[in-house]
């Protein structure tokens, strides 16, 4: 039996978790319930760093950066999650009421984390594509064409259309 190098199953995981990673991207911007006007920059910015690799990281980061901004301004937050939970299973003082946890800025940080980790695993997936002897240009169609398509699949996880499709 034929053993592959392992060089080609990490970029094979490494495609793998980049894919998961988007699905959950797509389900998370149907979940905040997204402009078109987001959608349309957000998968621009896709397109951008799909050409230009390392060299997009700031411009991404500025586009995620706004978001948060925008949605901690705003207090938005989707309807399917508590805003805040209580502290009954952590000590509190004896006598006094637990105060309540707000989900949403911690929320807002793990986003920012998931996001920028997505926007670094996008911008330096060039390599591994290579790995797999693509060239630049075959990657860059690879690499929209992953995105696009599982960005797609969590907003049809989100809406519960996705098994109706198949």
């Known amino acids: 039996m034929k053993h592959l190098p392992l060089d080609l199953y990490k970029a094979w995981l490494y495609l793998t978790l980049l894919a998961f990673g988007f ?11 997204v402009t078109s006007w987001m959608w349309f920059v957000t998968l621009v910015l ?3 760093l799909a050409k230009t690799g390392s060299e997009g990281i700031v411009l991404g980061s500025a586009w995620i950066i706004g978001i948060i901004f925008f949605g901690v301004v705003f207090q ?18 004896s006598g006094t009421q ?3 946890l707000l989900l949403w800025p911690i929320g807002y940080m793990l986003l920012w984390l998931f996001s920028t980790l997505l926007l670094l695993g996008l911008a330096f997936a060039d390599q591994p594509l290579q790995t797999l002897g693509l060239n630049s240009k075959q990657s860059f169609y690879s690499l929209i064409f992953l995105s696009w398509i599982c960005l797609g699949i969590g907003v049809l996880i989100f809406k519960g259309n996705l098994f109706n499709l198949i």
């Open 23 to 33: 699905i959950i991207a797509g389900w998370l911007l149907t979940a905040f319930q």
């Open 76 to 93: 938005i937050w989707p309807s399917i999650w508590p805003k805040k939970i209580r502290w009954s299973l952590f000590p509190h003082e």
């Open 46 to 48: 896709i397109l951008h």
């Open 98 to 100: 637990p105060k309540p």
